[in-house]
């Protein structure tokens, strides 16, 4: 099981907005630790998508933004387009493991 | 432009050492820490360990230890990680991903990462 809990799957059709939640504990999320989100395409290695909860690094579209609260954490992305479909990884730092963590990955669909 | 270019791919036998580059370029190479992360066939991600900038200090995750070793040649601006005692559960893929700097010795994200390196192992 993953320290951070994700959906499997969310979907969504173009244009529209989806979140993916990221649920953590009190030794992580809820310890006052930043979530990061990576982007992972099939067959590609992950991509750096947003830091600090919810900071966009450059070329980052500002269709993607975060938010944290307590033990939880989301990724938003509205206009969905097609090129979106791909593998979301939430992560951050567990202090009682002494390790960055990640999140069991979401795959979303675009319909 | 940034990148990290790691490796190829291995095919080793259980109880055997596999060794992985990744090649920097288009930074200062001394001055980020180096992560090592994996990703087993349909599985999540999994942090092994790092190696910090200007000391060169490593950290390991427990699952890893006594196991894995990450090097720095700062010469040639390539980061190694070895594991040792290879068994069929390491058959994953690979990466290094560059460590995006912050104040907090925790809140760290990886920002920059190679191409991957499978690393398969079967008898």
């Known amino acids: 099981q993953s320290v951070l809990t994700q959906p499997p799957s969310v979907s969504g059709a173009p244009g529209q907005r989806v979140t993916i939640s990221c649920t953590g504990s009190s030794s992580n999320l809820g310890a006052g630790y930043d979530v990061h989100w990576y982007q992972q395409l099939p067959g590609t290695a992950p991509k750096f998508l947003m830091y600090?909860?919810?900071n966009r690094p450059s070329g980052v579209p500002d269709r993607f933004s975060g938010s944290k609260s307590d033990t939880s954490a989301s990724l938003a992305i509205t206009g969905l387009q097609a090129e979106d479909e791909a593998d979301y990884y939430c992560?951050?730092?567990?202090?009682?493991?002494?390790?960055?963590?990640f999140g069991g990955g979401t795959k979303l669909t675009v319909l | 432009q940034v990148q990290l270019v790691q490796s190829g791919a291995e095919v080793k036998k259980p109880g055997a050492s596999v060794k992985v580059s990744c090649k920097a370029s288009?930074?200062?190479?001394?001055?980020?820490?180096m992560h090592w992360v994996r990703q087993a066939p349909g599985q999540r991600l999994e942090w092994m360990g790092w190696i910090t900038a200007g000391n060169d200090n490593t950290k390991y995750a427990q699952k890893f230890q006594g196991r894995v070793t990450i090097t720095r040649d700062t010469s040639a601006s390539t980061d190694y990680m070895e594991l040792s005692s290879l068994r069929s559960e390491d058959t994953a893929v690979y990466y290094c991903?560059?460590?995006?700097?912050?104040?907090?010795?925790?809140?760290?994200?990886?920002?920059?990462w190679g191409q991957g390196t499978m690393v398969s192992v079967s008898s």
């Open positions: 992560q951050s730092y567990d202090s009682r493991l002494g390790v960055w963590v």
């Open positions: 288009g930074y200062t190479f001394s001055r980020y820490a």
């Open positions: 991903a560059r460590d995006r700097p912050s104040g907090s010795d925790y809140d760290r994200a990886f920002d920059i």
């Open positions: 600090g909860n919810n």
